[in-house]
């Protein structure tokens, strides 16, 4: 069964202090079924994505409180993998219509992460790796500087090698107006910005946001067509140890790796088919790793590749890696996060991405991590 | 595609002192693997429902918690709809196995909730209702309270007719090993009890509990003839407003009236073919509300039928309600209430409920409601 990405609308993505969590999913929601001109009726589901909304202001049933503002009786699922909460909401919403009882859904991505401290946001977050991380003291940044450092020391990289994830990024993000930061930064900048937990910089860190995110997704003619669309041609799920202790490898993901290759498979491309790639950056680490396991990459070429810029917009590469900004740039409003992957591979692929557009893209891949690397999810889409 | 239930494990539901969130899951999972004889390998998805483990032990990301002690790379995707978290959880694994590219997959539903003070209890649940109901300082029992207190001055019934839920269920618990009471009450000990939020008494409300449960579903005709089955013949998920000031009516649950049509329709079948039912009774006048939303009753006769005991086992009514004890007597761990209602109706069906079993129980449904009635599952099995 075919089914079709229709349409994207997404708020600001930033410190938005005047706006609650359902404000912001209630402005993505209207802003797609805007754009796609749908009534309520024609929504046969809708999936939610948020992680933190029970930690930070205790606020759960999310999927009641978008019935409530949308007047609707149908079902309003809440789905949480962690950062890959937008991703697998997707996952799940591609495959429900696959059944062939729905025909038309809305997937809805929306955090609300600015209302408390820098150290209430930080042990919110560690919620989504072990009990035994937690109790050790450990943060994200924590986590992903021994990954980080686990790379460095095999591939015999330093954190300059890094840098260019953050570089890149940002000057993608100075083309997004959606995107929480417009600032361009040199590699100088990333090395000199205050140390997080070494080797990584609070530039080399994505930052903490606000925003919403939603998508509709298709498998019905009519409406498919009254619409720019990009066909879903994969979407996999894939878990691991939530521990890093746990795992045989720190310098790669293997549910990355397992959900490429499904994807891959099922799609039936190579990666040389892929021009335009939203990965997940949550640290400049993260998109070096990712860019290998997702197999664009050999393992440990990452930080020399990186450092060349070829995934840069107007590099001249065959493959340009989050135009959105990414993670680091455009904000990483957790449950929004992999909705945005989806929504900017369907603004590129439709010719809607503006000043980032990317010529000739005829496939995208969207990449959404978990924690880290708990659970992975690929999507490729195509135009 | 015929899906059927083909086993089930549960815990003891109760307050288990010794064993954390993620003790109970596995302990449902590797009981439901043992009895269905399944490798790990034969699972193609997990869905895990959870309402609290992020708000009262900041432990999300369960899916990659579950991946772990498995040692499995499969999807793990967590679903939160507050109480009604299992029963959405087992919808969508459904409602997944229709899409053809999965066959069987493992629902398992779990919450830890005896760790916390009754304050923080009563403060978490409250995150199921909408932000003006928790800044008016309601509780669960008070919002229950209003709606029987309409039900009562619409209906002409006093709180003696609410006393006969919790009897009922009390005694059916006490046939129950599993269940969290094993002690029979009367009426006079309900009315008798130390008074919460007027009229509801504190044994017309169900406890806080410990738990965990586990079902295999599958569509996979080699997998199933293996074991004993109950076929999956609907199940619907139906949203309202999560303000109960936003419903037309208090003394009825509009999402339990919707989904029960469409479960009724998809599965063509009379409510006078059901004999056995769990109903979602978190508190006394919600399993009366439920009896008429459902349909079995008729609007207003639910205090006097209730009242005449013919839901009871041994009762020899047409339809026993209850029969695992239901949320008031078996317990309600929250995320496991919805699983633990298909597993209950899985061994009714399958002849396996030893003291509890019904005889000639050809179909029975299943009834799951999160909050004050802002999401119902309804799903109907059949032998």
Known sequence: MNTFVIGYHQTQFGELWNKSLFDLAQEAVHGVLKKTQLEHSQIDAIFFANMLGGVLENNLHGGSKIAEFLHVHIPVYRIESACASGGAAFQLAHTYLQSGSKKTV??????????????????????????????SGLTFPGLYAMMARAYMDEYG???????????????????????????????????NSAMIADPLHILDCSPITDGAAAVVVSNDSNVVKKNKSAHILSSHVASDTISLLNRSSLSSIKATQIAAENAFS??????????????????????????????????????????????????????????????????????????KQIGELYEQLTHQADNRQILHAKYGLAHNVGGSGGTAVVTILGN
Chains 1, 2 share one sequence.
């Open 157 to 191: 990289y330093t954190h300059k090698h890094l840098a260019p994830v953050s570089v890149k990024n940002h000057k993608h993000a100075a083309l997004n107006p959606n995107a929480q930061f417009h600032r361009e930064i040199t590699e100088q900048d990333v090395l």
């Open 106 to 135: 809305l997937v809805v991505g929306a955090e609300k992460m600015t209302d408390v401290s820098p150290e209430e946001i930080s042990e919110a977050l560690i919620s989504a790796a072990s009990g035994e991380e937690q109790e």
């Open 266 to 339: 099922e799609a039936k491309l190579q990666r040389k088919d892929i021009s335009v790639s939203e990965v997940h950056d949550c640290f400049s680490i993260a998109e070096i790793l990712a860019m290998e396991d997702l197999g664009f990459w050999k393992k440990g070429e990452g930080g020399k590749r990186i450092s060349q810029y070829e995934t840069m917009i107007g590099s001249g590469g065959n493959l340009v890696v989050n135009t959105s900004g990414g993670l680091k740039a455009a904000g990483h409003p957790i449950g929004a996060t992999g909705i």
